[in-house]
């Protein structure tokens, strides 16, 4: 019935201006040809050069110090700043313009539901940017591991994410020791941490409570010593990025979840994370977690059911698993059910006001604003995705004070056009006291904070 | 006319007249409002407990941590029993010996796995059954029918559950134009929990003067401070709610939980200042999900574990103590050959502080929380 607006607005990100009229009659298929890898457009900022830079920082950083020791008496350091600042305002620079990019193509992308899975696996692997290596690295995790396998078998999506150097980093297995290692055995205050492991299994894979043990946290982490990222100074190596280092790998064969992987290095782990990304517990997870993020806080079982079906019968091919949720009458029930998040309210605020979130506040400094800035979940399980995360009085009154201002920054844009987007979503009763506002700039804040624009 | 004017003249006549439910709400006679404030302060991402209150006499504390423990004994601050509270808890301290702090050691919830999140969930719904949409807290306000506010965007698990919790967060926006809120008020009658939200976040703003906070990412002290402020000005609110992250210490534990304690030290005080005379007759409380492993890891930092410890404070507090059995440190002694040993149940703390100070009587305790006895400790003045 409204099945052209609900792929739009729940599947995606919302309509840009006239796209509601001119989609394809069949809004399903439009949907399922978005199932293939995300390109983006501009490269800002590799992984690689982020290693560089902040081999680069680390070097600076001891210069500073030197300097500082040895010039402390003739006060020769009036001269102002530090080399390692320098390093340090390009980095985060540097990071802020791709997080920038990545979200202007996001927003102005036609294929919104493509990038609404980047977004929702980008968050399923969240890393936080909660210091200057992980600054540097956090928003090339999405573009470098995420977009590629965005739709593949999920297994090459997790391989990717785990041997990336920003979740490598993150989740602190860059220093993780096999303790019968040839290093661990030299220095033994060197050693496991488990941290990588149990986020694996807890989130990215089976889920909470799914059954493993902490013995099995301990030996997935034991499988993974050695999984590390290069140091251009340090690394005799040409290569930048994730390397296996045999002398950090903890010898042996691993036992996990009631199965046996002998000791052959670098696919050892790479073995059980093929096994877990198949496993059913994961398919259970991960289904879930898509059907709420995309349909509702609640989903229907049924619908959770066959696309865990799919899941187990593809092995997990994200594709198939997508097309059942597609495919499902559950996903396309009228009523409006799921409260936007503060990125997906910004996001299709600026799609159906023809803005490409540039504007000051931008779109990266407005998520800081409304407690949603990119690479700041805080913690590996990322931010929530359901409604009580997000509809305190408190989340709306900030709401309404960004579309306030928001609304004044709009030059010329049509109400109607505007309007349009949410095409027969709109209420009457909204409708009513939009056309009644004191002015169109009003108009606007008002269809902008409307519930049926909150939600979706 | 900008909306703090609205909400100072015109908010209530303009509710009054357009919403008689939403206003029969906000009318609703609280009990007589309750002096005794409560401020629940959680900790997310697991504080090592052994690293705040350091148990310095025990024989194998240096076996598991010695490099965690070298760095900061020399400057740790006497408490009773032999523990040494870290170095940069300097108000807490001083709290200690007015006997307005005391920590309870190897204290933990029900909860045995070492999920973070699950974690937070189960500590903070306090129930035997994770249920996100209820929290302890929000249950003991319905009992006292009072009302109380959380420090966040949005309301946390601990307070979810009844229709008396706010939220309240600093904005760095300029407010928008008062018709605005009107039409939006009209707009979301049809939708009720708009609607309330609305209201809800309007009366709270337009309970306080309090200057806009200046940063968009307010750090714990400022948060600390506006909490404070709140609840010293509402007298309808009787409990806050505030949290703080950067716990989850598995590398470089030294130097962060120095600056962590720093922060969560330099809150509690700026909270202490901001409550002035209320803190006589405040209670808070300082928790986290779980502790910490026993012994360091192969990262200069820990990983999850199980016991940590409580923090209480506040003018209302018959501290100066350490309470909560020591279990050891002893090999044999740990939890999962791992952990430090829970010795009691956080419920059983909470439920005491709600039933001395906040009066709940024995059936009004076990609807809070079900499987937690309360305490033969005499924990106030």
């Not at chain 2, 306080?208 to 948060?223: G, I, Q, S």
């Not at chain 2, 803190?279 to 192969?298: C, H, L, P, S």
Request: charged share 20%; proline share 5%; with cysteine.
């Amino acid at each position: 019935m409204y099945n052209t607006e609900i792929a739009l607005n729940r599947f995606g990100y919302g309509a840009l201006q006239n796209q509601l009229n001119t989609l394809q009659s069949d809004p399903k298929k439009w949907l399922l040809n978005q199932l293939k890898p995300m390109q983006f457009t501009q490269v800002e900022w590799t992984s690689i050069q982020a290693i560089h830079t902040l081999a680069e920082f680390q070097l600076a950083k001891e210069a500073d110090k030197k300097n500082a020791a040895s010039q402390a008496d003739n006060n020769a350091m009036q001269a102002g700043e530090l080399s390692s600042d320098k390093i340090r305002k390009k980095i985060n620079q540097a990071a802020k313009q791709t997080t920038l990019a990545s979200l202007q193509q996001i927003i102005t992308q036609p294929e919104s539901f493509q990038s609404r899975l980047l977004d929702f696996f980008s968050n399923h692997f969240s890393v936080s940017a909660n210091n200057i290596i992980t600054k540097a690295l956090a928003p090339t995790l999405e573009r470098e591991a995420i977009a590629p396998n965005l739709v593949g078998q999920f297994s090459d999506l997790l391989l990717a994410v785990i041997m990336h150097p920003a979740m490598l980093v993150y989740l602190n297995n860059e220093k993780s020791i096999g303790p019968d290692s040839k290093v661990g055995k030299k220095r033994s205050e060197k050693g496991l941490n488990e941290n990588l492991a149990r986020e694996i299994l807890e989130l990215h894979t089976l889920g909470v409570n799914a059954g493993y043990s902490q013995q099995d946290v301990r030996e997935l982490a034991m499988a993974i010593t050695g999984w590390t990222v290069t140091h251009p100074y340090k690394d005799k190596t040409e290569h930048i990025g994730f390397i296996y280092k045999d002398q950090h790998h903890q010898p042996g064969a691993r036992f996990i979840l009631g199965k046996s992987y002998p000791q052959v290095k670098l696919e050892q782990g790479k073995q059980i994370l093929i096994d877990l990304a198949e496993h059913p517990a994961t398919a259970k997870h991960i289904s879930f977690k898509l059907a709420r993020h995309f349909i509702a806080d609640e989903p229907d079982p049924a619908l959770v059911s066959a696309m865990s079906q799919s899941w187990i019968q593809s092995k997990g091919n994200l594709a198939f698993v997508l097309t059942a949720m597609i495919e499902h009458p559950a996903s396309w029930q009228p009523k409006l059910q799921k409260l936007k998040t503060p990125r997906d309210f910004v996001i299709s605020a600026c799609r159906a006001c023809n803005q490409t979130g540039t504007q000051k506040p931008d779109s990266f400094e407005t998520l800081k604003i409304l407690g949603q800035m990119p690479f700041s979940a805080g913690s590996p399980a990322g931010f929530g995705d359901t409604a009580a995360f997000w509809n305190g009085s408190e989340a709306l009154l900030a709401k309404i004070e960004w579309a306030d201002r928001f609304s004044r920054l709009l030059k010329n844009e049509s109400l109607e056009l505007i309007k349009q987007t949410l095409g027969r979503q709109l209420s009457a009763n909204s409708e009513k006291l939009i056309n009644q506002a004191e002015s169109k700039q009003q108009a606007i804040a008002l269809f902008l904070m409307s519930p049926e624009f909150q939600l979706r | 006319m900008k909306r703090r004017n609205f909400l100072k003249t015109g908010c209530a006549a303009w509710v009054l007249s357009q919403q008689p439910y939403a206003l029969a709400k906000v009318l609703e006679p609280v009990n007589a409002p309750n002096h005794k404030k409560l401020v629940w302060v959680v900790l997310r991402g697991a504080m090592d407990s052994l690293h705040a209150v350091v148990p310095v006499f025990d024989p194998y504390l240096n076996q598991h941590r010695a490099s965690l423990v070298t760095p900061i004994a020399e400057n740790l601050l006497p408490l009773e029993r032999g523990f040494g509270l870290h170095p940069a808890l300097k108000y807490l301290h001083n709290w200690y010996q007015q006997k307005q702090m005391m920590p309870v050691v190897a204290v933990a919830s029900g909860y045995r796995q070492r999920s973070h999140f699950d974690a937070q969930d189960y500590l903070e719904s306090g129930l035997p059954q994770i249920d996100q949409d209820n929290g302890w807290l929000g249950r003991a306000m319905q009992q006292k029918n009072q009302q109380g506010i959380a420090i966040a965007r949005s309301v946390p698990v601990s307070m979810r559950g009844n229709q008396l919790s706010n939220t309240w967060f600093p904005s760095n926006l300029p407010d928008a134009e008062e018709d605005l809120y009107r039409a939006l008020m009209q707009m979301y009658q049809p939708y009720p929990e708009f609607a309330e939200r609305l209201n809800q976040g309007m009366m709270t703003r337009g309970s306080v003067e309090m200057d806009k906070a200046k940063t968009r990412n307010p750090k714990f002290e400022l948060l600390a401070k506006n909490c404070g402020e709140l609840l010293a000005h509402s007298v309808n609110t009787s409990c806050a709610m505030l949290e703080m992250g950067g716990w989850d210490t598995h590398n470089g534990q030294i130097w962060r939980l120095d600056k962590q304690f720093s922060q969560l030290d330099a809150g509690l005080n700026q909270l202490k200042l901001a409550l002035a005379e209320k803190w006589r007759d405040t209670i808070v409380i300082v928790a986290t999900e779980f502790g910490r492993t026993v012994k360091v890891n192969g990262t200069d930092g820990t990983d999850h574990g199980t016991a940590s410890a409580l923090f209480l404070a506040g003018g209302a507090l018959n501290g100066g103590k350490v309470l909560g059995d020591w279990p050891g440190l002893a090999p044999e002694n740990l939890y999962q050959n791992r952990d430090l040993k829970p010795t009691s149940a956080i419920n059983s703390w909470l439920a005491t502080v709600l039933h001395q100070h906040w009066q709940l009587n024995t059936q009004q305790v076990r609807a809070v929380f079900p499987d937690a006895t309360i305490r033969s400790e005499q924990l106030l003045l």
